[in-house]
C-alpha cells in the first residue's frame, strides 16, 4: 500500500509541473498576431493644377489613413517655400502669385501616420484672367455720330451682330480658307464666349471632323454678314488683345457685302488687324485688290516689349473715306494709309462698296506656318485656359462724319 501511495503522487506532481511551463504565469497572447500599420494614402490628388493669378488658394491635399492613425502633412521640392499647408492638407500661396513673375510651380506634398509617409508630385500653372472694361460706354466721337457699336456686355452674343461661322471652308469651297489653315470654327461655348465684358476666342487642341475630313484643332469665328454693314465716310474702332503661340492667326477684317466686282479679290479685303501669334510685338493693317492679279498694299507696326499686343489691349481704327483709307493703332500711331489717286490708272477701286467686320483666329496656315499645340489651350481643361493665349476684344464701334 505504501509503494502504490507513493507512485500516485509523483505522477500528480509531474502532470502538475507540465501544466505550469504551458501557462507562463498568464502573460503571453494566444489569439491572432496583431495586424501590421497600414500606410497612409492621398484620395485623387492631381498631379497638375492651373489657378488664376492673384489669389491665395490652391488645393486640399485629402489622405486617409485605415488604422484611423492622426496624420501630418508637409511639403519638400524646388518651390515649396512658396506655400503654406495645414494639418488638414490645405495649401495656399503665402503670397499672391503673379503670371509676370512666374508662371509655373513644383513641389511634393508628403502626408506620414509617423512611421509611414506617402508623397504626391504637383504642377501649379498660373493663367490669366482678363475682365474688359463692362462699365465702358461707347460715345462718338467729336464731329461724328454713332452708328452701331457692341462692347459684348451681356451673357451671350448678340445674334442681332453677329453669326457664328462653322467648318473649314470646304463648304464655300475654299478648304483651308484658302491659306491651308488648320482649324475647324465651331459653335462650342469652350472655343467662343462672352465673358466680363469682354468677347474671348480661344483655339484648342480638340480632334473634329465633318463631311470633308478630321481635324486637330477647333477655333471659332463671328461675322456681321447681312447683319451689319459698314461703308465709307465712316470710322471703325476696336479694342482688343492678343494671344500669344506659334501658329495662332487671329484677324479683325472685313469683306465685301456683296461681289459687285467678282469674286476675291476683285471686290476687295480690308484688314484691321493680322498678327502672328508667335510674334507678339507685330500688327499688320492690309487692303487687296486686283491690279493683274491678287495685289495687296499695307504696313507693320512694331511695339515695344513692355506695351507688346499680348501684354495690353490697344485700339486698332480705320478711317475710310471715298478717296482714302487710314489704320491708326491707339489714336496716334499710324500703321497705314492709302489714297484713292496711288491706285494703277484703270485698277477697278472696290473700296467704296459695303463691306461686313469678321474677327477670327485660325490655327496655322501660309501666314504663320505650323502650329505648336504645346502652346495653345487644351480640349480637356478649357475653363482654366489663360487669357493671354485667347484673342479678347473689349468694344467696337463704328461711326459716320456728323452731318451737323
Known amino acids: 500500500m505504501i509503494k502504490r501511495q507513493s507512485r500516485n503522487c509523483f505522477i500528480f506532481i509531474f502532470i502538475g509541473l507540465l501544466v505550469s511551463c504551458g501557462g507562463g504565469g498568464g502573460s503571453s497572447y494566444s489569439g491572432p498576431a496583431p495586424a501590421p500599420n497600414s500606410a497612409p494614402y492621398f484620395i485623387g490628388l492631381p498631379s497638375e493644377i492651373s489657378v488664376v493669378e492673384n489669389q491665395t488658394d490652391l488645393i486640399t491635399a485629402s ?23 495645414t494639418n488638414l492638407g ?4 503665402i503670397s499672391a502669385p503673379s503670371y509676370a513673375a512666374k508662371q509655373n510651380y513644383f513641389f511634393t506634398i508628403n502626408v506620414t501616420d509617423g512611421e509611414y509617409t506617402a508623397s504626391g508630385n504637383l504642377t501649379v500653372n498660373i493663367f490669366v484672367k482678363e475682365n474688359c472694361d463692362s462699365s465702358f460706354t461707347v460715345e462718338p466721337s467729336n464731329g461724328y455720330d454713332l452708328i452701331w457699336s457692341d462692347n459684348f456686355n451681356d451673357n451671350d452674343l448678340n445674334n442681332d ?31 467662343l464666349i462672352i465673358e466680363d465684358g469682354c468677347l474671348k476666342i480661344t483655339a484648342l487642341v480638340e480632334d473634329a471632323q465633318d463631311d470633308y475630313g478630321q481635324y486637330s484643332y477647333t477655333s471659332a469665328k463671328i461675322d456681321s454678314y447681312q447683319k451689319i454693314d459698314f461703308e465709307n465716310d465712316g470710322r471703325i474702332t476696336v479694342r482688343f488683345r492678343n494671344p500669344i503661340g506659334q501658329g495662332l492667326w487671329p484677324a479683325i477684317w472685313m469683306m465685301p457685302s456683296e461681289a459687285v466686282f467678282g469674286g476675291w479679290p476683285y471686290s476687295g479685303e480690308i484688314d484691321l488687324m493680322e498678327y502672328r501669334g508667335q510674334n507678339p510685338q507685330e500688327v499688320l493693317s492690309t487692303i487687296h485688290y486686283h491690279d493683274g492679279g491678287h495685289t495687296y498694299k499695307g504696313s ?10 499680348n501684354e495690353a489691349f490697344h485700339e486698332i481704327r480705320f478711317e475710310w473715306t471715298d478717296s482714302s483709307m487710314k489704320f491708326i493703332l491707339d489714336d496716334e500711331n499710324t500703321i497705314f494709309q492709302i489714297s484713292r489717286s496711288e491706285f494703277s490708272d484703270g485698277v477697278t477701286y472696290p473700296f467704296n462698296e459695303k463691306f461686313y467686320l469678321i474677327i477670327n483666329m485660325a490655327v496655322g496656315g501660309n501666314f504663320v506656318g505650323s502650329p505648336s499645340p504645346s502652346e495653345m489651350c487644351d480640349c480637356c481643361n478649357p475653363n482654366l485656359c489663360d487669357d493671354k493665349k485667347r484673342l479678347l476684344v473689349d468694344w467696337i464701334k463704328y461711326e459716320k462724319l456728323s452731318s451737323n
Open 90 to 93: 490645405v495649401i495656399t500661396f
Open 161 to 191: 451682330n453677329w453669326s457664328k461661322v462653322i467648318g473649314n471652308g470646304h463648304a464655300q469651297g475654299i478648304g483651308g480658307w484658302g491659306n491651308n489653315e488648320q482649324q475647324y470654327y465651331s459653335t462650342s461655348s469652350n472655343n
Open 300 to 309: 507693320t507696326y512694331y511695339e515695344s516689349q513692355e506695351n507688346n499686343f
Open 63 to 85: 489622405a486617409q489613413d485605415d488604422d484611423g492613425d492622426s496624420l501630418t502633412f508637409s511639403l519638400s521640392g524646388a518651390d515649396k517655400d512658396y506655400f503654406n499647408i
